[in-house]
């Protein structure tokens, strides 16, 4: 397996998979998951002669279980790591919910030189911020946040899978086609990983506020958001992203949930493709 090692001596687990020569399409994780999360992307872009990499954040997957950096910045230091460990150039940045706030740390703090970083896309990402501020009225309240993280204190396990099997693939919807298989994977993806940094993620996907990364991000963007999101509302996400953002295209898909790149993937990798095509 493959790691690089950061600056404060983290671990860092990614995977690099096709020609060297491609352009690369590296895609951001959500939380509590990992790299596996965007199998179906990977092996999808994989197929049609990119490069694709994606990694583990810390405290997630299979990198290490550390104590401490369980927040934004470190997020997209370890990122910056990995782009520089493997000296990507023309990158394509996906990033979904959590990961998608990683992708405007990422691209707004460590993009520069430029020609590192050529279109970033936002799926059901957090960006600007989902907690409920002066400046964003429409987020949710710290209730919310307080509720993940006494019932991860409590029952991480149980947690996890009430996540998975309910407001996540919109699987607690009326007449929902559960798929019993994404939900072990979830489960299994979430477990892997260290309760603390689970913990404290909460707080860097809902309390970062990311105005200003979304403001210095000039490269085309996408955002990608569907209108039946239980976890990261579209109106205070997608929305504001795309006005916030320089130079980006909005895409708001009727009934989909969080999860949408893994139950509407047959849909989503094609808008992905197209986006990176155009």
Same mark, same amino acid.
């Given at each position: 397996m493959a790691y690089v090692t950061?600056?404060?001596?983290?671990?860092?687990?990614?995977?690099?998979?096709?020609?060297?020569?491609?352009?690369?399409?590296?895609?951001?994780?959500?939380?509590?998951?990992?790299?596996?999360?965007?199998?179906?992307q990977m092996m999808f872009f994989l197929s049609e002669g990119?490069?694709?990499?994606?990694? !583990?954040?810390?405290?997630?997957?299979?990198?290490?279980?550390?104590? &401490? +950096?369980? =927040?934004?910045?470190?997020?997209?230091? %370890?990122?910056?790591?990995?782009?520089?460990?493997?000296?990507?150039?023309?990158?394509?940045?996906?990033?979904?919910?959590?990961?998608?706030?990683?992708?405007a740390a990422y691209v707004?703090?460590?993009?520069?030189?430029?020609d590192r970083v050529a279109k970033a896309v936002l799926v059901s990402a957090v960006p600007p911020i989902i907690l409920k501020t002066e400046a964003y009225p429409g987020g949710l309240p710290i209730e919310v946040f307080d509720g993940f993280r006494s019932a991860l204190a409590a029952n991480r396990a149980?947690?996890?899978? !009430?996540?998975?099997?309910?407001?996540?693939?919109?699987?607690?919807? &009326? +007449?929902? =086609?559960?798929?019993e298989a994404?939900? %072990?994977?979830?489960?299994?993806?979430?477990?892997m990983g260290s309760a603390k940094a689970h913990y404290e993620g909460i707080k860097a996907f809902s309390e970062t506020d990311q105005t200003a990364d979304l403001k210095a991000i000039t490269v085309p963007a996408l955002v990608l958001h569907g209108d039946d999101d239980q976890v990261v509302p579209y109106k205070n996400a997608g929305v504001l992203q795309a006005e916030i953002l320089p130079n980006a295209a909005l895409k708001l898909y009727k009934g989909y949930p969080h999860g949408m790149l893994t139950v509407h993937a047959d849909v989503i990798n094609l808008d992905l493709l197209a986006f990176v095509r155009s």
């Open positions: 950061t600056t404060d001596g983290v671990e860092i687990f990614y995977k690099d998979w096709g020609p060297k020569g491609a352009q690369p399409i590296v895609f951001h994780h959500g939380w509590p998951l990992s790299s596996d999360d965007w199998d179906a990119f490069r694709v990499v994606a990694h !583990d954040r810390r405290g997630h997957g299979r990198s290490a279980q550390v104590s &401490e +950096g369980h =927040d934004m910045d470190h997020y997209a230091a %370890d990122a910056a790591a990995v782009m520089e460990h493997l000296d990507l150039r023309n990158a394509v940045h996906i990033g979904h919910s959590t990961g998608g706030g990683e992708v707004a703090r460590y993009g520069i030189p430029r149980q947690f996890f899978r !009430d996540v998975a099997a309910g407001p996540f693939y919109g699987f607690n919807r &009326e +007449g929902a =086609d559960v798929k994404v939900v %072990d994977n979830w489960w299994r993806q979430g477990m």
